[in-house]
């Protein structure tokens, strides 16, 4: 799969997690925008964060501050950290990739659950 995370699990609430997605399939190939999205059950996917080939992020309001979206060039590697962790925070989160000239995500990643408990 040209991308894969890994990192979820269960945390308390004001507790931290770090996603990793592992984007095997752009080597080198940073002319792509990539994010972090989450749909929690009965919800739709909404985008937590983005991050383009330079560099440059945008959140959503409900976890600026809080959230941090970072990538790793030469490992071609995407991070999300987590921290203050809410219960609102549980969902299935992905990874997804477009080429920056695009409007839309075309390649995504399976999720990997974040489950927060109060």
């Known amino acids: 799969a040209p991308l894969k995370e890994s990192g979820g699990g269960s945390a308390q609430a004001g507790g931290s997690l770090r996603l990793t997605c592992f984007a095997s399939?752009?080597?080198?190939?940073?002319?792509?925008?990539l994010g972090w999205f989450r749909q929690a059950e009965g919800s739709d996917r909404t985008e937590v964060a983005g991050?383009?080939?330079?560099?440059?992020?945008t959140y959503a309001n409900s976890v600026k501050g809080r959230f941090t979206i970072s990538k790793d060039f030469p490992k071609n590697i995407l991070y999300l950290q987590m921290n203050n962790l809410k219960v609102e925070d549980t969902a299935k989160y992905f990874c997804?990739?477009?080429?920056?000239?695009?409007?839309?995500?075309?390649?995504w990643g399976q999720g990997t659950q974040v489950t927060v408990s109060s």
């Open positions: 997804a990739a477009r080429r920056c000239g695009d409007t839309t995500y075309s390649v």
């Open positions: 399939g752009y080597p080198g190939s940073w002319n792509y925008c």
């Open positions: 991050i383009d080939n330079a560099g440059r992020t």
